[in-house]
């Protein structure tokens, strides 16, 4: 058994998955993103943005991500004093996305201020499988091997009855997972995976590579039946309000899904954007927006809503 750890996350799908396998307790220090599960809010706050995102607009936000990039800037900011207050036993991170935690060269800074050098555990995945393999690295690194493996087993049994069911659906929509609305961004990484489980098509993802900026023009040849507004790093209440800008898009009204009232705004925080265990709450959630003859949704309500145009 591996003794108590003193354990700081920088990335909140570690934070998710640490407290999903009973180590809330170990962990010491989160991120300003971490907002689930609610037994860790009030922790000390060793990762801040360095961009002023909440008083920022879409477009701008990319437009910053993009300059602070390409100048070598990171976008966030470690508090180094707290960090070396802390002395952590071990650090969750990832270098999967510049824009979702500080990268190599942030942490390596960090690090060469610690006179205990706590073990780094890197968790980037890039699928739902290496989404589960993180799980199991989590557990053999903490001593809760056990918990991690009965998380992967209810998860994987989970999903396999959402293939099950939308097996048995008679056509396969297409559907649009719109990541970003400002430039449009088409989805990856995992997002791709769990369409496909749900029972859709969306032929302009990226399974298992970033997303990436794409023209409108795409999408309206496409002809989503199923619009899912996705944006990274936002809840419901902030996707349906960015979500008022749509209808100008060029042939908006024409699209498919416009048509027949199946545009949708969900917590793309909670069960789309961040590679935990939620993932699987995500997977349901589309199977039901997708095919809700076949599936339902006992969620919480705050999951989605259906817009209106």
Known sequence: MTATQQIVSFLPSATEIACAI?????????????DYPPEIMGKPVVVRSALPIEQMTQDEIDRAVAERMRAGHSLYEVDEELLQRLAPDLILTQDLCQVCAPSGTEITQALSLLSKKPQILWLTPNSLKEIFDNVRELGEATGRAKAAEGLIATGRRRLQRIEDLTSRATRRPHVFCMEWLDPVYCSGHWVPEMVRLAGGV??????????????????????????????????????????????????????????????????????FARPG?????????????????????DGPSTAFKRLEF
Do not use: M
């Open 277 to 297: 265990p939620r993932v699987v709450d995500g997977t349901e959630l589309l199977a039901h927006l997708i095919h809700p003859e076949l599936f339902g949704w």
């Open 22 to 34: 009973g180590l809330s307790d170990q962990l010491v220090g989160i991120t300003h993103e971490c």
């Open 202 to 271: 969306d032929a302009l993802s990226r399974e298992g590579a970033d997303s990436v900026r794409i023209p409108w023009d795409e999408v309206r040849e496409f002809g989503p039946e199923v619009l899912i507004i996705t944006p990274c790093g936002y809840n419901l209440e902030r996707v349906v309000e960015l979500s008022k800008k749509l209808s100008t898009y060029p042939g908006w009204s024409e699209l498919p899904a416009v048509k027949q009232n199946q545009v949708y705004a969900v917590d793309a925080n909670s069960y």
